[in-house]
């Protein structure tokens, strides 16, 4: 009796692993899908892809621009923000070019090298746009992004998603669908003990 209830207690055990195992490989692959359809096509599109060193040439804040807080608002829906430009040596060919923060910056505001989050806070985000200016006067050489394609002349700062970061976004879905594999292994390696020993 007390042999039975261990045999069914190791099924319902083992039962109980297997969907585990079964369970953290399909959220796995959802991961991963999840990757490929949101972050992966952003790092396949950017272009500015070689490191290289720049040097500033002007940090100047221009007149406001307009920045909408979201697509398709409405004019009151549009705060004003200090337009600040850099332009920058780039060491590779030795041209004069634009400094962008990131690959979105270029998409949101073509005219400004730094673009502030939606903000009501115009003293902040002024406070930080001169701060950013004082700054690249301060540091004058800096390690930047080109394309070496040619498509963009202009450079970025630091890329949305570097090689380092797409890695570290792949290692976790990786880890669990390693340990999901891991885990019906070893049940159906149990499983498989069982039944040679109950044969025996």
């Known amino acids: 009796m007390l042999g039975k209830k261990l045999v069914t207690a190791q ?14 490989v399909a959220c796995s692959m959802m991961m991963y899908f999840f990757i490929g359809i949101t972050i992966v096509p952003f790092y ?10 720049c040097k500033v040439l002007k940090a100047n804040i221009k007149d406001k621009a307009l920045c909408p807080k979201s697509e398709g608002s409405e004019d009151e829906d549009i705060f004003h923000y200090p337009c600040l430009q850099v332009w ?22 073509p005219k400004c090298s730094y673009v502030p989050g939606n903000s009501e806070n115009s003293k902040e985000v002024k406070a930080r746009i001169e701060t950013i200016a ?10 930047c992004y080109y394309d070496p394609g040619g498509m963009q002349t202009n450079v970025i700062l630091s890329r949305l998603y570097p ?5 570290f976004t792949l290692l976790w879905p990786t880890l669990m669908f390693t340990g ?11 499983q498989y003990v ?6 025996q």
């Open 88 to 109: 920058v040596n780039l060491t590779a060919s030795g041209q004069e070019v634009m400094l962008y923060h990131t690959e979105d910056t270029l998409e949101r505001n």
């Open 11 to 24: 099924k319902r055990g083992e039962t109980r692993a297997l969907c585990l195992g079964l369970g953290m």
């Open 134 to 143: 004082n700054n690249f006067k301060k540091y004058q050489t800096f390690p």
């Open 163 to 167: 090689p380092k970061g797409l890695l």
């Open 180 to 190: 999901g594999c891991l885990i019906i292994v070893l049940v159906k390696i149990s």
């Open 44 to 53: 396949t599109k950017s272009v500015w892809t070689t490191e290289t060193m």
């Open 194 to 199: 069982s039944v040679l020993s109950a044969w």
